[in-house]
């Protein structure tokens, strides 16, 4: 049971690769339901402290929890069943694939299926696939995707292909979802409308967000949290307003960002 309140607690995170030092001792804690944002320049450590979280990398020091566990125990594989769905800041689709076939692998890292029960089609198998088939149209129905469920993901708009990869991600039925960069490519009106959606979703479902994002405007709509990394440390965290208006964040990194 989580007693504090908090979804994921960063406590102390250093990595390490060689010589160089990626994170510094990085602490800063996600509640449960909130939307946090990291943000900072590049090479500020983001997209490494994703990776700790997912178990992508192994932190040098620290403890990562995630509701009161200690995500760095145990296999990296089992990071899906513990409830961590992520996505990346390059689409990770099959482009060959339809937007359902997409959608549907989105629910294997949590399927309970065994090799040999799906080598030989047993009732426990089949009765789990159309179980999971069921959940990838409603997802479709729930992610305003069902008009493209037999489209070719690469025949597809860049704005719609990204909302299919947060379908893929969702069908894990996510408790903490790290997304790297969705507004990355996208046009103004585009972001607004994922923005909204992620909101909207995340409410709707009980879902706890972290996201890397430099788009400001988006940062600034959706986030309840946000905490500022530069040179692999923390240089400040707040509301979006607190950050933002945050001298040492201007001078940092504000001045180069994009609006």
Not at 37 to 59: D, E
Not at 127 to 152: N, P, Q, V, Y
Not at 155 to 166: A, H, Y
Request: proline share 4%.
């Amino acid at each position: 049971m989580n007693t504090n309140g908090a979804m994921l607690r960063v406590d102390g995170v250093s990595l390490n690769f060689g010589g160089l030092k990626v994170l510094k001792d990085v602490s800063f804690e996600v509640a449960e339901g909130q939307i946090c944002a990291l943000i900072g320049p590049n090479g500020a450590g983001k997209t490494s402290i994703f990776n700790c979280v997912s178990r992508f990398y192994q932190p040098s020091s620290g403890r990562i929890e995630m509701a009161g566990h200690n995500l760095l125990e145990g296999p990296a594989h089992d990071v899906p069943r513990r409830g961590i769905a992520r996505t990346f800041q390059n689409l990770a689709l099959f482009g060959a694939q339809t937007v359902f076939e997409n959608v549907m692998v989105g629910a294997y890292p949590v399927t309970k299926a065994s090799p040999w029960s799906s080598l030989f089609r047993l009732p426990g198998e089949r009765r789990e696939e159309r179980e999971t088939e069921e959940r990838a149209w409603a997802m479709l129905e729930d992610t305003e995707l069902i008009e493209f469920a037999d489209a070719k993901v690469s025949d597809l708009p860049f704005g719609t292909q990204k909302r299919v990869e947060l379908a893929r991600a969702l069908m894990s039925d996510p408790k903490l979802l790290l997304l790297d960069e969705p507004a990355n490519g996208l046009a103004h009106g585009e972001v607004e409308s994922l923005a909204e959606f992620i909101r909207e979703f995340a409410a709707r479902r009980s879902i706890t967000v972290l996201i890397v994002e430099h788009h400001i405007g988006m940062v600034r709509a959706i986030s309840d949290h946000v905490v500022v990394l530069d040179a692999g440390e923390v240089l400040a965290q707040g509301t979006a307003d607190e950050v933002t208006n945050d001298p040492r964040v201007i001078k940092a990194y504000l001045g180069s960002a994009a609006a």
